[in-house]
Nanobody, 113 residues
Framework: VQLQASGGGLVQAGRSLRLSCTVSGTVFKLSTDWYRQAPGKQRELVAGIESDGSTNYADSVKGRFTISRDGAENTVFLQMNSLKPEDTAVYYC?????????WGQGTLVTVSS
């Protein structure tokens, strides 16, 4: 399983961005999460989607971010609305399948005030 994250960039506060995590390889029974790491802070879970489609979110992004998966299940999206400067971070996607964990490279999101 390989992951490729994309979609980051510079955006003003209040605007939106959509991140994509493209998964290559076996996607059956795959759960996928988005994490982020801000400068000087620990990596934190932002949102996750299980193989059954159930989702979970960090309290800080509930109501603003939406995680989803395309029908073929090989791309996971993170729609980020009403962005805040504190959302600035490198965003990473992570997948877990049958006990193995896979990370993609990060994509930088910068939100200006």
């Amino acid at each position: 399983v390989q992951l490729q994250a994309s979609g980051g960039g510079l955006v003003q506060a209040g605007r939106s961005l959509r991140l994509s995590c493209t998964v290559s390889g076996t996607v059956f029974k795959l759960s996928t999460d988005w994490y982020r790491q801000a400068p000087g802070k620990q990596r934190e879970l932002v949102a996750g989607i299980e193989s059954d489609g159930s989702t979970n979110y960090a309290d800080s992004v509930k109501g603003r971010f939406t995680i989803s998966r395309d029908g073929a299940e090989n791309t996971v999206f993170l729609q980020m609305n009403s962005l805040k400067p504190e959302d600035t971070a490198v965003y990473y996607c992570k997948a877990v399948r049958l006990g193995s964990t896979y990370w993609g490279q990060g994509t930088l999101v910068t939100v200006s005030s």
